[in-house]
């Protein structure tokens, strides 16, 4: 008995592992951490570092309703959309200079350097 159940946590573990569902794959996504309904920036590339999220549009992130106390002297590395629309973001306030469209669902890394100030649920 013992045996046929060390066989069977050897081939479950070796299904996980030819499935990709291995330990690190779970540390990759928890690193998007981000409140269902909201969108996410983040300081460090693959959503880490430190965290800036909205449930809402914001015109202004260093003077809205959410400020994102980094936003001015770090650039955004990556992003999640949690949210239920898809996300625009901008280099000025008041969604000026469009720099991407994140859709619904989706994260990932940003090319290049850029220090947001806005973004606009649905405005993809």
């Known amino acids: ?8 946590v050897t081939a479950l573990a070796a299904g996980l592992t030819a499935t990709g ?13 981000c ?7 983040y300081s460090g590339s693959n959503g880490t570092g430190s965290r800036c999220n909205w449930s809402a549009d914001d ?6 309703s959410v400020v994102c106390s980094w936003s001015s002297s770090y650039p955004v590395k990556s992003v999640y959309n ?21 859709s619904l669902g989706d994260s990932g890394n940003l090319v290049g350097d850029y220090k947001l100030r806005s973004h606009d649920l649905g405005g993809c």
């Open 35 to 41: 409140p269902v309904g909201n969108v996410c920036f």
């Open 82 to 102: 949690n949210a239920y629309f898809d996300v625009a973001y901008f280099l000025g306030a008041s969604y000026t200079s469009y720099v991407g469209c994140t």
């Open 21 to 33: 569902l291995t330990g690190s794959s779970s540390a990759a996504s928890a690193a998007y951490s």
């Open 1 to 8: 008995m013992r045996i046929q159940r060390a066989l069977a």
């Open 59 to 64: 015109p202004d992130w260093r003077s809205g």
